[in-house]
């Protein structure tokens, strides 16, 4: 089975800190993707990427960067938190042959007091 | 932007009855799929539907596309406690990038 696993469950952070938010799949998926939860709005995409160091924007990237120097490997950086930030931040991937199904972590809820 | 718009946005049965759950969305799409999320976990995939396809089972699901309305059904029959969560709708985007977007969900409660 397609393993996607997001480093922290839980994180609490304070406002103006730098954030790092990891994300590993272990089946060589070519394309990663980073989605916001927030209740009343659903899933909205941040950023997502399909090469390693390609990147694209997604619909709300401000405020936010990526990396994904490895394949298997995305990062979403919060360059200085604000509590407007705070979320439930989904991470997903898939083989990358076009619209297929997603494999999503299992979230990190991130509360910037 | 968000392409798939569920309805209704929370729904309550009683275990043993049927779900279903509506998503429509604007533009053409190349596949619909739809994904379950229990209470503040991921999302998991349930069921993708093509475009050229009008129905698809999967197990006690039953997806129903129509592309002329725009729209699909999710039917959960026999429904259990333990399909308690909230259900999505996903297409492809409008700009045919191999984005998902996603709508803002259905919260099913299945009560014992």
């Known amino acids: 089975d397609v393993k996607v696993t997001q480093s922290s469950r839980y994180l609490v952070k304070r406002t103006g800190e730098k954030v790092f938010l990891e994300c590993v799949q272990d089946m060589d998926h070519e394309n990663m993707f980073w989605y916001r939860q927030d209740p009343g709005l659903g899933l909205r995409l941040i950023y997502f990427?399909?090469?390693?160091?390609?990147?694209e924007k997604g619909d709300i990237p401000e405020g936010y960067s990526v990396s994904r120097e490895k394949k298997e490997r995305f990062s979403l950086i919060l360059e200085s938190a604000s509590t407007n930030q705070t979320s439930m931040y989904l991470c997903?991937?898939?083989?990358?042959?076009?619209?297929?199904?997603?494999?999503f972590g299992s979230g990190t809820q991130l509360s910037v007091l | 932007s968000q392409q798939g718009e569920e309805d209704p946005q929370a729904l309550s049965i009683q275990e043993g009855e049927n779900a279903t759950m509506n998503c429509s969305y604007k533009t053409s799409i190349n596949n619909l799929q739809w994904y379950r999320q229990n209470s503040g976990r991921g999302l998991v995939h349930l069921i993708l539907?093509?475009?050229?396809?009008r129905e698809k089972h999967s197990g006690r699901l039953r997806v129903t596309l129509d592309t002329s309305k725009k729209s699909s059904s999710l039917l959960i029959t026999a429904s259990r406690a333990a399909d308690t969560a909230s259900y999505f709708c996903a297409t492809d985007d409008e700009g045919g990038s191999e984005k998902l977007v996603f709508g803002k969900g259905t919260k099913l409660t299945v009560n014992p």
């Open positions: 997903a991937s898939n083989p990358g042959t076009g619209w297929e199904k997603l494999f």
């Open positions: 990427s399909y090469d390693v160091k390609m990147k």
């Open positions: 539907i093509r475009s050229n396809e």
